[in-house]
């Protein structure tokens, strides 16, 4: 039984991507770009934590397998 159709699975995988995507501009931003500490923090905690959470849509998407028939 499979909680998501394949057509979310897909959006689910779109929507992971473009955490990783947004992740990698903050914590470069966060890095190198930022200067004040305080907001430096703030951009690599929201970063991480689009990571993570796309790390385990991704976990979920990968071991979870395809959803029907042709």
């Given at each position: 039984m499979t909680i998501l159709s394949s057509l979310d699975k897909m959006?689910?995988?779109?929507?992971?991507?473009?955490?990783?995507?947004?992740s990698m501009g903050l914590i470069?931003?966060?890095?190198?770009?930022?200067k004040n500490r305080v907001?430096?923090?703030?951009?690599a905690i929201v970063a991480?934590?689009?990571?993570?959470?796309?790390?385990?849509?991704?976990v979920y998407l990968v071991f979870n397998g395809p959803t029907g028939g042709a």
């Open positions: 959006w689910l995988s779109f929507y992971a991507m473009g955490f990783m995507l947004i470069y931003a966060s890095r190198y770009k930022i907001v430096q923090i703030l951009f991480y934590t689009l990571l993570i959470t796309s790390f385990f849509a991704m």
